[in-house]
């Protein structure tokens, strides 16, 4: 089993949905969360982090914790062509261990 | 103001030759990364850094050797360079305490290729 697993891809949307990506972690030590979206040829980028339980929203992102679950999502509402990436699950423990998921590729058609 | 740098942004080299990397951050951050990426997109960690202490050591042949002289600075040295090494080298930086801790920057990133 992955250390951090995504909803296998590549995810499809049409211009204006939401976009939902889904990530499990394994390691209950995990404290931290976090998105980041990597465009084709170009490192990823920080778009959310997330550290406990709830929700919370950043614009159009929306970040959803769940630790008796292990569970971390991201909502992208009203998907803009511009949100096609690849989308990156990381988890941290506290003593610095980053853990990242193999990423969803999303595209936003118009 | 570039926050995390790598140097070179592309390596072209041959197998069993001896390259380095640099990576700076002037995010005033502690903790600094490598990370591999290969061809089918799979971000790696390989060592992580915190005030030029080594606390993270993946399991990664121990012909790369990384080396942080002060805290905004974390390079990585490769010998005797394989095929296989072929990939993109990502450096990142973050902070280990405070409300956004572990938040990870990215340089750039280092497209290495072995022929």
């Known amino acids: 089993q992955k250390e951090v697993e995504q909803n296998s891809g590549p995810l499809s949307v049409p211009e204006g949905a939401i976009a939902s990506l889904n990530c499990t972690y394994s390691?209950?030590?995990?404290?931290?969360f976090f998105w980041y979206r990597q465009y084709s040829g170009k490192s990823p980028e920080l778009i959310m982090s997330?550290?406990?339980?709830g929700d919370k929203e950043d614009g159009r992102f929306t970040a959803q914790l769940n630790k008796a679950s292990q569970y971390v999502s991201l909502l992208i509402r009203d998907s803009q062509p511009s949100d096609s990436a690849t989308y990156l699950c990381a988890a941290n423990t506290n003593a610095g261990k980053s853990t990242f998921g193999d990423g969803t590729t999303l595209t936003v058609k118009p | 103001d570039t926050a995390v740098s790598q140097t070179p942004k592309y390596l072209v080299t041959q197998m069993g030759n001896d390259k380095s990397i640099k990576c700076e951050q002037n995010l005033g951050h502690d903790t600094m990364y490598w990370y591999k990426q290969d061809s089918k997109k799979f971000l790696k960690i390989m060592f992580s850094y915190n005030n030029k202490e080594l606390i993270i050591n993946e399991t990664v042949p121990n012909r790369f050797s990384p080396k942080s002289p002060d805290k905004a600075h974390l390079n990585l040295h490769i010998n005797s360079l394989e095929l296989g090494d072929s990939a993109v080298y990502f450096c990142?930086?973050?902070?280990?305490?405070?409300?956004?801790?572990?938040?990870?920057?990215f340089g750039p990133g280092t497209r290495l290729t072995v022929t």
């Open positions: 390691d209950r030590g995990s404290q931290s």
């Open positions: 990142a930086s973050s902070s280990s305490s405070g409300g956004a801790s572990y938040e990870q920057y």
């Open positions: 997330i550290y406990s339980n």
